[in-house]
Nanobody, 123 residues
Framework: LRLVESGGGFMQSGGSLRLSCVAF????????IAWIRQAPGKGREGVGV????????TYEDSVKGRFTISRDNAKNMAFLQMDSLKPEDTAVYYC?????????????????WGEGTLVTVSS
């Protein structure tokens, strides 16, 4: 099993980036996924969760209206569209999945994580 993120990089404040997460060895179609970030010197923070059990996608307050999680089941990929980026969005971004089918809708419950991709937003 493997999750690989890509799409990180450097962006000016107000710009957009789209992060991708591709799964190997399992299907994302019926799997809850989460995007999580860790800013330099800070703890992990959930960005959003696409929950299969509830059929809903939820977002952390600071990214609501700016970030969007989507999926492409044919490509076995998930995405995080990030618009109106701010310097405080600078972090390593991880995607994670509930490969055990536990029914969790929170990121700490995701059992499989990728290695992350760095996003840097300048002011």
């Amino acid at each position: 099993l493997r999750l690989v993120e890509s799409g990180g990089g450097f962006m000016q404040s107000g710009g957009s980036l789209r992060l991708s997460c591709v799964a190997f060895g399992f299907s994302l179609e019926h799997t809850s996924i989460a995007w999580i970030r860790q800013a330099p010197g800070k703890g992990r923070e959930g960005v959003g969760v696409s929950c299969i059990r509830t059929g809903t996608t939820t977002y952390e307050d600071s990214v609501k209206g700016r970030f969007t999680i989507s999926r492409d089941n044919a490509k076995n990929m998930a995405f995080l569209q990030m618009d109106s980026l701010k310097p405080e969005d600078t972090a390593v971004y991880y995607c994670a999945a509930d490969t055990l089918g536990s029914g969790t809708c929170t990121y700490p419950g995701m059992n499989y994580w990728g290695e992350g991709t760095l996003v840097t937003v300048s002011s």
